[in-house]
Structures are given as structure tokens and as C-alpha cells.
């Protein structure tokens, strides 16, 4: 899982970006808040990921465009914890 270093544009910009060169650990901020990307596949096993972020006070979770997200169970633990962390930073 890895947090993005840069802000994107737009929040479906991010899920535009969605190639191989998103991998590594978590964190990190962007513009005060953090965001998460958990590399997946696809269900033709392509690689994918899922964005994790806070805007205004929500959690928004962004999936790979007009695709399914398949996790395995390591990145299941990523998910959670990232969703995890995202719920707290969303209560503050």
C-alpha cells in the first residue's frame, strides 16, 4: 500500500492512474490529508488499485474504473487498515 505523494486533480484522475508503478508502504500527506492506494488486480488479473482518502469528514474509497477490485488476503489487511485509519482522520 502506498500514500500518494502528490494531489490529483480530480478524484476519478486518480482512479485513472491506476498502473503497476503504485507499490510500496503507506504514508504519507497530501494537501493535510492522507490518501492510500492498495494495489489489486482485476478479474483478468490486470494490475488495479483502490484509493482510500478523507474529504470533508467522509471516507471516499475509489475503485479502478468500470472494473472489479480483487484483493488477496494481504491486501484485504491493507484495505482495513487503511479504511481504519481513514475513519479516525474523518472523526478528528
Known sequence: MELVKTAPPRLDAMADDMDADHRGELHGSVLGRQVWR???GDVVNRER???V?????R??????PGETAVLTSGQLGQLRSALREAAEQAER
Open 49 to 51: 488499485c483502490l484509493t
Open 59 to 64: 471516507v471516499v474509497l475509489v475503485g479502478p
Open 53 to 57: 482518502l478523507v474529504e470533508r469528514n
Open 38 to 40: 492498495i494495489n489489486c
